[in-house]
């Protein structure tokens, strides 16, 4: 068996976790809408969405996966949960104005006894929207409760088979800089890198191959680059400015992001100084990255010595990462910023973001790390440096 695969054992500890929080939280079911709380759940792996779907956890057994009828061949080719777990609904309730898919499943928690008492939803999350949960609660006797995040705090541990699988994603990762460093040369239309961008990210490495991220390449410009979320264009790619790559290996749905910046020559000195005060910063944060500490340990570190260089960072420095489907490789729980007293743990994994966006470009240069016994373990290997290419 390969060491990146889940056994039944596994999932069992999962959903033994996810019911202790629910009762904890007074819930009789659970209703899960997330795609990468439904993947982490039941295995279930499929581009489906885009309509409504979901994983229900009743008070015992296993899980429930529910979703449209064509994708249950899908769900039969990735879940654990035998055949009789999967439930399937019409075609006719998809992209109706005239009826919707949560009028099925409510009729599914009645046929199983799981309509009544306290149901938790996903009240803020990106796949549950107002229609369906005016539906539903139109159709249950059941009270809903919102139970966002409930999951995702479970997945905030990794166990070693995620860990394989993250580690994976890092090799890939940092394959897909090397081949930045190697093609990117001036007057190169961006869009011409991205596609080896995402080439190298599909071939994987280390005989692994690789999976589609949750997010795009981040591959800004010049001015585009004072942005962070701006992505490519077919312009050519010019001396004298900032080009960062906000990119992310990912192996079976495991994210390793990693961004770095390039310059065709040497960078101007205050790109220099905003390099130092980055890796001066790095430093001085992971040091405070070890068991026992909290998230806003880490950033109070960060942003004293990079203050210390004469440069601020208002948003937050890094944030949990791990399993993750579009629009997000974020877990939305963890965040390293002032504020955030969750406690450090071994097996956390976050994406430390200490990106800077400066006034005619931007300078990135992360890391994913992993919370071990006594510190931070950075995932990658990558020198913590400007690629300076001619």
Not at 84 to 103: L, S, T
Not at 191 to 211: C, F, K, M, Y
Request: glycine share 8%; hydrophobic share 40%; aromatic share 10%.
């Amino acid at each position: 068996m390969d060491a990146a695969d889940f056994t039944d054992s596994e999932y069992n500890d999962r959903l033994d976790r996810i019911r202790e929080a629910m009762d904890q939280a007074g819930l009789d079911a659970l209703i899960v809408t997330d795609p990468s709380n439904m993947a982490w759940i039941t295995g279930y792996d499929g581009w489906s969405f885009y309509v409504h779907q979901a994983v229900v956890i009743g008070p015992e057994g296993p899980p429930l996966w529910w979703g449209r009828g064509m994708d249950a061949a899908g769900a039969r080719r990735t879940v654990w949960m035998p055949g009789d777990f999967i439930h399937a609904y019409a075609d006719k309730f998809v992209q109706n104005p005239g009826m919707h898919p949560m009028e099925d499943l409510a009729e599914v928690l009645s046929m199983r006894g799981w309509s009544g008492g306290r149901i938790g939803v996903d009240m803020d999350n990106y796949y549950y929207s107002p229609k369906a949960h005016a539906v539903l609660e139109s159709r249950l006797p059941a009270v809903l409760t919102d139970a966002d995040g409930l999951v995702n705090w479970q997945r905030a541990v990794k166990s070693p088979a995620e860990l394989v699988r993250m580690r994976r994603a890092a090799r890939i990762v940092e394959e897909m800089h090397r081949r930045i460093a190697e093609v990117a040369e001036p007057a190169m239309p961006k869009n011409v890198l991205v596609s080896e961008i995402l080439r190298t990210g599909a071939l994987g490495a280390d005989g692994h191959w690789g999976d589609y991220p949750a997010i795009v390449p981040m591959a800004p410009s010049g001015l585009d680059a004072t942005a962070p979320h701006l992505t490519w264009d077919n312009r050519p790619m010019e001396v004298g400015e900032s080009h960062f790559f906000e990119i992310a290996g990912v192996y079976r749905r495991y994210h390793c992001p990693l961004s770095r910046t390039l310059f065709f020559g040497e960078p101007p000195a205050k790109y220099r100084r905003a390099e130092v005060a980055v890796q001066e910063a790095t430093a001085a944060a992971l040091e405070q990255a070890r068991p026992g500490n909290c998230c806003e340990d880490i950033a109070n570190a960060f942003n004293a010595q990079l203050n210390a260089f004469g440069f601020e960072k208002e948003s937050r420095c890094g944030y949990s990462i791990g399993l993750s489907y579009p629009p997000d490789w974020g877990e939305r729980t963890m965040s390293l910023r002032r504020g955030d007293m969750t406690e450090l743990r071994p097996g956390m994994v976050f994406h430390f973001m200490p990106a800077l966006w400066l006034d005619d470009g931007g300078l990135e240069i992360t890391e994913s790390i992993l919370i071990t016994e006594t510190g931070a373990e950075p995932l990658c290997t990558l020198p913590r440096t400007i690629t300076v290419t001619n």
